[in-house]
């Protein structure tokens, strides 16, 4: 008499396929349809709350990273180094010295060359240039594309955007940036416009910055960001040694930064563009 010998079941995973999220997904909506109005509100408001305090949790902690109140109470700042332009992804052969200070809110001076003999002022919502020949106002698109990153840049978002009642944050979760874990954080403006800052998991410092802007000629919309690499310590304040600024994800300009200075005394007439045409005049 032959024996049936029974195999053993295989334990296979289980594995949810696409029409089984489907399935799922409709059947938690319909669930949440189902509970009353003022049930199913509720349920929004606090998940849309929840998620708001966790991206000012990732902001602050950004903020702590960068330094906290000696940051947020930085008179100026120095950078000195190169920049290298790119053409469609191509560099351009060479680079430009630059010094660049900024003071909070509106005072922006970048001095170009070894010389640093060419000059750019953006001092409130007006921008000039002093070369040897005199002053003269910047042309307009120049004007508006640094305005632009002024007031979208993290300065910006942190000690405006973030004290308006009327800015929504969103958590967005965590990604890849440059082979860096991030955390993904969007601030809309009541004017309904978007920052959105990317910060290292561990060390909470930003290490992408993007936000979009429409083409006034073509309609279309663009996309402006920066990534910070490289970070060192300047007088207890970490600084990012290499920028890189992107337009629609193609690299338009790298920083490569030498020095950084915080909180210098600058001269009395420092801001002043007709004391500045003067000097350069003086030295020619």
Do not use: C
Request: charged share 30%.
């Amino acid at each position: 008499m032959q024996v049936l010998r029974l195999r053993p079941l295989r334990r296979t995973p289980l594995r949810m396929t696409a029409m089984g999220r489907r399935v799922l997904a409709v059947a938690l909506a319909l669930v949440v349809l189902s509970m009353p109005q003022a049930t199913r509100t509720q349920t929004a408001e606090d998940a849309a709350a929840q998620n708001a305090k966790q991206a000012r949790a990732a902001l602050d902690a950004m903020v702590q990273a960068l330094g906290g109140v000696a940051w947020l109470n930085m008179r100026n700042q120095m950078r000195q180094g190169h920049i290298a332009a790119f053409f469609h992804g191509q560099a351009d052969m060479g680079t430009t010295d630059f010094w660049e200070f900024h003071s909070w809110p509106d005072q922006d001076r970048i001095e170009f060359t070894k010389h640093r003999d060419v000059l750019q002022f953006f001092l409130g919502r007006e921008g000039w240039e002093v070369t040897y020949r005199g002053k003269k106002a910047l042309p307009k698109d120049i004007v508006e594309d640094f305005l632009r990153r002024r007031d979208h840049s993290i300065e910006t978002a942190v000690k405006v955007w973030l004290k308006d009642p009327k800015t929504i944050l969103i958590y967005e979760g965590q990604r890849m940036v440059e082979r860096h874990l991030a955390e993904q954080v969007t601030l809309i403006s009541a004017q309904n416009e978007a920052i959105t800052i990317s910060m290292d998991k561990q060390t909470h410092l930003p290490l992408r910055r993007d936000f979009q802007w429409r083409d006034p000629v073509y309609k279309d919309k663009n996309t402006d960001g920066e990534e910070y690499d490289d970070y060192h310590m300047v007088d207890g304040l970490p600084a990012a040694y290499s920028i890189t600024r992107f337009n629609n994800d193609e690299v338009i300009r790298q920083y490569y930064i030498d020095r950084v200075e915080y909180n210098r005394d600058l001269p009395g007439d420092f801001w002043d563009v007709d004391a500045a045409t003067r000097r350069i005049k003086k030295k020619k």
